[in-house]
């Protein structure tokens, strides 16, 4: 499972790619607000730091305003994808965008029938919010099951991100499932390796060293 940094912090992400386990980061509009810097600039150094895709989200309302912000998105480094809204506008978009070899991940996706559109309409990655779901009683998890179930049925080439992940063991019920991708905050990718019988473990063997004649 390839696993996508959530975030549009530089030193987040010049943090984490050290660590080898980085392949990609999304973004959303959220995000980027609170970096408080300028978008194009911002984008530039984000597309530059990472060997993989980078999702950038479009905000127009009409699929002209949409497209014309993805084309201007997408010539800004070639390892642009761009997010769509899963609506109707979004659909267009999401057509034209692949019909012109642009990837497009479909963002905002809480049910499985969003997910199969955005897939027949052309979409590179699909993000169900599993976070999200989770907030309001439902099963995030499941959502994703549903996803993948559909797109076996058919053999669909769309990807998978799970997405709004909250805690490791979405990180490990996405692997499960087999989605193609999580993206995960900075914070749960630490969270990822902790465990306290491996603290235990290296503080023992420490001490024990001390009593090695060296
Ligand atoms: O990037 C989209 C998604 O991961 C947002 O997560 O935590 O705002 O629901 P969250």
Redesign the pocket.
């Known amino acids: 499972m390839k696993i996508f940094l959530?975030t549009a912090s530089v030193t987040e992400i010049q943090k984490a790619l050290t660590y080898g386990v980085i392949d990609g980061v999304?973004?959303?509009p959220?995000?980027v607000a609170k970096e408080g810097r300028e978008f194009v600039p911002l984008i530039r150094e984000i597309t530059a730091l990472v060997p993989g895709p980078v999702?950038v989200e479009v905000t127009a309302s009409t699929p002209q305003e949409m497209i014309a912000q993805a084309e201007t998105y997408a010539a800004i480094a070639a390892n642009v994808v761009i997010k769509v809204p899963v609506n109707l506008e979004g659909l267009q978009v999401v057509r034209t965008l692949s019909k012109r070899g642009i990837q497009t991940n479909v963002?905002l996706i809480f049910s499985p029938s969003q997910a199969l559109l955005a897939a027949k309409a052309g979409a590179t990655y699909v993000?169900p919010?599993v976070?999200?779901v989770d907030?309001i009683s439902g099963e995030g998890m499941a959502l994703v099951k549903d996803i993948a179930h559909i797109y076996g049925n058919y053999r669909i080439a769309t990807e998978i991100i799970v997405?709004?992940?909250?805690h490791p063991l979405h990180v490990v019920e996405a692997a499960r499932i087999g989605a193609h991708v999580a993206?995960i905050?900075f914070a749960t990718l630490a969270q990822l390796l902790h465990h306290p019988l491996t603290a235990a473990g290296m503080e023992r063997f420490l001490k024990d060293w001390e009593k090695v004649k060296r």
């Open positions: 959530d999304t973004t959303n959220s995000l999702s963002t993000s919010f976070g999200r907030d997405a709004s992940v909250r993206t905050p």
